[in-house]
């Protein structure tokens, strides 16, 4: 996981008015790597690269699908099958597995939704698990609980391509080795950041 900062020049550019030139602030900066501690859920950012590589190895290979909500990072480890959420204010992060309950294959690409209206803790990251069996979509509360929306027992398909409408009531998912895109809607006509009741958690 990578944290490019752009120098005094790059941001020049970015505070340009044509959006054409606003690329050039990717051309000049810092480049820093993530390291977890692996023992008191701390992390700092390194310049050097093979020890950035080397920690990756070790503590979060494969990594992916970042994003980013207010102070917050999250991306997956695909073949370690773990969620990581950096709290970029205190350098602290929290992970989670999923491969417990029906969560038993590789997590693809996530999205975090926040409540238009929300408070702290108010809020879905939604994320494809790819694998051998169970692919699917799942999603996971602010307060740690797991829940599926879609999941297929086809094997070793790869589940791709999450997508929102506008309005947050539409959801879309594709199974590209299938060529199957799936449009999913809330029965209760509620957008997907919206409350989530009557259904079985994992944790």
Known sequence: VRR????????KKRNREKDLRKWGALNSGTMDYLVLSGTNNTFWWTSDVVEGRNNAAIHF?????VDVRGDHLYFISSSKKMLFVLNLTT????????????????????????????????????FC???????GLHGRKGN????????HDWEELEADGLALSPNRKHMYVAFSDAGILYEITRDDGLPFEGSVLDIKYYR
């Open 144 to 151: 740690g609980d797991f829940f599926t929306i879609l999941d």
């Open 129 to 135: 698990e790819d694998g051998v069996a169970d692919v």
């Open 91 to 126: 350098n602290t992060y929290e992970s989670s597995r999923t491969d417990a309950g029906v969560f038993d294959s590789q997590p693809g690409q996530i999205m975090q939704l926040l409540g238009r209206n929300s408070t702290n803790g108010n809020h879905m990251l939604y």
């Open 4 to 11: 490019f900062t752009p120098d005094k020049i790059a941001m």
């Open 61 to 65: 290979p494969h990594p992916g699908s």
